[in-house]
């Protein structure tokens, strides 16, 4: 059976196509626009140009998926247009355009999806945290022994924490500094969080990934797993590191740093030590969830 999933972002727009068959789960193809829907966001609406972006990516991405005779076909979207105060104005003016329906995941979804994959694909420490950053939000998810137990989402993500606070391409020592304030608010705001002592972080999405490129650059330590001294090197990267940057992690250049602060204020606040990049995603979560449970 051949599953084709396109990830409506704030930050980008990605078909990926799967092949399920005996049990197992194979990537067939991975094609990433980097629409960057939320910077179209005007006093919190999306507006026409916004749509008139997500169409055209939407349009050739769904052309692509139509050459591989797909079995089962989806389009999803999280907080890119769940956050926006015209939220089904936009997807039903897309979905008209597309004539394809669009299917918007709640925060709990999201965080919930995103925990099913890293479940399923990495040997979990008994206690710890996952999160996914995307451009409009980031998902933080408690887990003991392999078990969900609390879960938030929190409509801060890399490219939208980006607008608000830098001037230029990466942010100065001054703009990282209310960054860092702007963070330590989020996380001192959320209940369950509080006085949490958990030493273990391991992130899903692009902005973790990111982590590990830039670690490889940078060469600061040999691990698959990276500490915390290097989270937070690389979330003080500056204009002057923009050159290593544009090396490690190009199309993150805008919304490497922004994500950084985010884990590293994050690892601060709960005492972490250690953060694991996992290659799961929302993607394959939703997909065993929505696709292979229910189907």
Do not use: C
């Not at 890119?80 to 329906?101: F, G, M, Q, Y």
């Not at 020592?173 to 996380?187: C, G, P, S, V, Y």
């Amino acid at each position: 059976m051949n599953i084709g999933l396109i990830d409506l972002g704030s930050n980008s727009i990605r078909l990926v196509i799967y092949h399920y068959g005996d049990g197992q789960l194979t990537k067939l193809f991975n094609l990433k626009h980097a629409a960057k829907s939320i910077l179209y966001v005007k006093d919190n609406k999306m507006s026409i140009e916004g749509v008139e972006v997500i169409v055209s990516s939407l349009k050739e991405l769904i052309f692509v998926a139509k050459t591989y005779h797909l079995d089962y076909f989806r389009i999803f979207a999280t907080a890119s247009l769940r956050n926006i105060d015209n939220s089904k104005e936009t997807i039903a003016a897309i979905e008209s355009s597309i004539h394809h329906p669009i299917e918007l995941l709640s925060d709990h979804e999201e965080s919930s999806y995103g925990f099913e994959a890293v479940v399923k694909a990495e040997s979990l420490p008994k206690e710890g945290l996952s999160i996914d950053i995307g451009g409009g939000s980031m998902e933080i998810t408690y887990f003991v022994e392999g078990k969900l137990i609390h879960t938030t989402s929190v409509p801060v993500g890399s490219l939208n924490f980006y607008q608000q606070y830098v001037s230029n391409v990466l942010p100065n020592d001054a703009e990282q500094n209310l960054m860092r304030a702007h963070a330590r608010t989020i996380f001192s705001n959320i209940v369950w969080l509080e006085n949490k002592m958990i030493d273990h972080i391991i992130g899903i999405g692009g902005t973790s990934r990111a982590m590990v490129k830039m670690n490889k650059v940078l060469d600061f330590e040999k691990n698959i797993s990276l500490s915390y001294n290097t989270i937070s090197k690389i979330s003080r990267l500056n204009p002057a590191h923009a050159q290593d940057i544009i090396k490690g992690a190009p199309d993150r250049l805008i919304t490497l740093v922004p994500g950084a602060i985010l884990i590293d204020e994050l690892m601060q606040y709960v005492h972490a030590t250690t953060f694991t990049a996992s290659k799961a995603s929302l993607r394959e979560g939703y997909l065993y969830h929505k696709v292979l449970q229910e189907g």
